[in-house]
């Protein structure tokens, strides 16, 4: 059951297509205010779905969006700032900004392209980290901050190193944050979503083998159909952030959705 979460505040960073556009989707559906950016401005129509309390109608309210580089500080501290005048706070922080790109052996990769990951995957979290921590600092009431991981920050994957090294250092950081921060009401998760059908994962599957060994098992995957939707991840986001029982661990792996429920 999705907790109520009727007028809370939340960010999606990577929110223009893929997972991130499928949380934007769910958590306006339940009722949740959203401040969406991307490296281009997310299109997407989410506004808040609306609702009735205490006899009232709430009208629906749109989203702010933003084209956002989540490794350029200054422009997300800016998005930051604007999401906080528009909505008065932020609740929930969702890191989900990130790139695969390059796939293949680390000794034919490109330099730029290693760097450009690294720079997207590990500096754009730090960012969004350190901006949703220094406002939740700055007002009463905590928040959440989930930083998506991924499992191949704790499984060595062939063609992977940069992506491997960067999803382990978002669970590490997320630690430190937890260490930091929780004394200030900030709960911090590193969350691996499993697979999810997006573009991303197209990607994998059309790789050839000589660069990633792994991709037969993500096809048969696709075959299978046995991947999580976005709407089961977003919900489980949701129950993590606001639900009566936290996680305990830092790091938390989404459950695989069972086959009777992905039809939704």
């Known amino acids: 059951m999705t907790p109520d979460v009727f007028g809370r505040v939340a960010v999606v960073t990577g929110a223009s ?32 779905r609306p609702t009735a309390r205490d006899g009232h109608v709430i009208s629906a309210e749109p989203p702010f969006r933003a084209a956002v580089d989540v490794t350029d500080h200054q422009a997300l501290s800016e998005f930051t700032d604007a999401v906080v005048e528009r909505f008065g706070r932020i609740d929930l922080w969702v890191n989900n900004a990130g790139v695969l790109e390059p796939i ?39 928040g959440v901050l ?15 190193a940069h992506y491997c090294a960067a999803k382990a250092a978002v669970d590490q950081l997320t630690r430190v944050v937890t260490l ?8 911090a998760y590193s969350v691996s979503p499993g697979v999810v059908d997006t573009d991303m994962q197209a990607m994998i599957r059309h790789t050839d083998a000589e660069a990633f060994p792994e991709g037969a098992r ?5 075959a299978d159909g046995s991947f999580n939707s976005r709407a089961w991840v ?4 949701l129950a993590i952030a606001f639900g009566t029982k936290r ?13 009777s429920s992905r039809a939704r």
Not at 146 to 160: E, F, M, R, V
Not at 218 to 222: G, P, T
């Open 146 to 160: 989930i930083n998506i991981s991924s499992g191949a920050a704790t499984k060595p994957l062939a063609g992977w």
């Open 218 to 222: 993500f096809r048969q995957i696709a």
């Open 104 to 142: 293949g052996p680390l000794s034919q990769a490109d330099p730029r392209a290693v760097a450009r990951n690294i720079e997207v995957n590990v500096v754009g979290v730090l960012n969004g980290s350190s901006l949703f921590a220094r406002h939740v600092r700055s007002r009463p009431g905590g």
């Open 234 to 237: 977003a919900e489980h986001l």
């Open 180 to 187: 930091e921060e929780a004394p200030h009401g900030l709960a």
């Open 17 to 48: 297509r893929g997972l991130g556009a499928g949380m934007a989707v769910h958590f306006a559906a339940a009722g949740m205010h959203l401040g969406l950016c991307a490296r281009h401005r997310p299109n997407l129509v989410v506004n808040t």
């Open 247 to 259: 996680p305990t661990d830092v790091t938390v792996r989404i459950p695989d959705q069972p086959a």
